[in-house]
């Protein structure tokens, strides 16, 4: 039986990491993490798509400790959400120092447990917004050293590693979910649920791919299907 456990927040990129992924493995496990973000909604949105699209488990883990360390925007109120800014430079206040690193250890070990042979992300490095712990490097470095430390084979896939957001929409698309990844998904900084509040670089980013996949979806769909081998 093919096992994978997919690292799960309910925004648009895991979510469609999610539906690809109960395609391809027989099961699939949610994890999900509660790290004392502001937008506590996501984690609801999170348990209600794991269950509605049928996972075969979902687990929500609690590393708050990660909020006592990690300053950014989206684990203290007292910092602002920036909004979007097309000439932006240097790491955005966003960033959570350690995140994923964290995240993808620890689903290793879950993986570990239910005997997955898989930990997927949606981390991408084509729309990676500034942040260093969603570049191909660094995922393949985490995973050799997890391997090790593990002494046990398990694979860090990255669905969305190359696609931009436009080939993201078309792979939800492609799926035949993206009315459902458009309107259920919760991807926005301010904590807004569907297509967000229209103002924060999240927000941003999705909502120009969605324009641009719609302004010629034949080209994106087939530009997607080159990337990712999906025909």
């Known amino acids: 039986m093919k096992r994978a456990?997919?690292?799960?927040?309910?925004?648009?990129?895991?979510?469609?990491?999610?539906?690809?992924?109960?395609?391809?493995?027989?099961e699939v496990h949610c994890l999900t993490f509660d790290y004392g973000q502001r937008h506590r909604a996501e984690i609801d949105t999170a348990r209600v798509l794991s269950q509605s699209l049928g996972a075969r488990a979902h687990?929500?883990?609690?590393?708050?400790?990660?909020?006592?360390?990690?300053?950014?925007?989206?684990?203290?109120?007292?910092?602002?959400?920036?909004?979007?800014?097309?000439?932006a430079?240097?790491?955005?206040?966003?960033?959570?120092?350690?995140?994923?690193?964290?995240?993808?250890?620890?689903?290793s070990v879950y993986a570990y447990q239910v005997e997955a042979e898989a930990v997927i992300t949606g981390v991408c490095e084509t729309d990676f917004s500034g942040y260093p712990d969603?570049?191909?490097?660094?995922?393949?470095?985490?995973?050799?050293?997890?391997e090790l430390g593990m002494a046990r084979p398990v694979r860090f896939e990255t669905p969305l590693m190359w696609l931009n957001k436009a080939e993201t929409w078309a792979l939800a698309?492609?799926?035949?979910?993206?009315?459902?990844?458009?309107?259920?998904?919760?991807?926005?900084?301010?904590?807004?649920?569907?297509?967000?509040?229209?103002?924060?670089?999240?927000?941003?980013?999705?909502?120009?791919g969605l324009r641009d996949y719609q302004s010629d979806s034949t080209a994106v769909m087939q530009e997607m299907q080159r990337k990712t081998?999906?025909?």
């Open 134 to 146: 969603c570049r191909d490097e660094f995922v393949k470095a985490l995973n050799h050293a997890v």
């Open 5 to 26: 456990v997919v690292v799960f927040s309910g925004g648009q990129d895991s979510t469609t990491c999610l539906i690809q992924a109960l395609h391809q493995y027989d």
């Open 229 to 231: 081998g999906l025909c």
């Open 89 to 107: 430079s240097g790491l955005p206040s966003t960033f959570v120092p350690g995140r994923n690193i964290l995240f993808l250890t620890l689903a």
């Open 173 to 208: 698309d492609y799926w035949q979910q993206l009315a459902l990844v458009r309107s259920e998904t919760l991807t926005c900084y301010n904590g807004i649920k569907g297509d967000g509040c229209g103002d924060c670089a999240a927000c941003h980013l999705r909502a120009n």
């Open 59 to 87: 687990k929500v883990l609690d590393v708050t400790l990660l909020n006592e360390l990690a300053v950014s925007s989206l684990t203290r109120d007292s910092i602002p959400v920036p909004a979007y800014d097309p000439d």
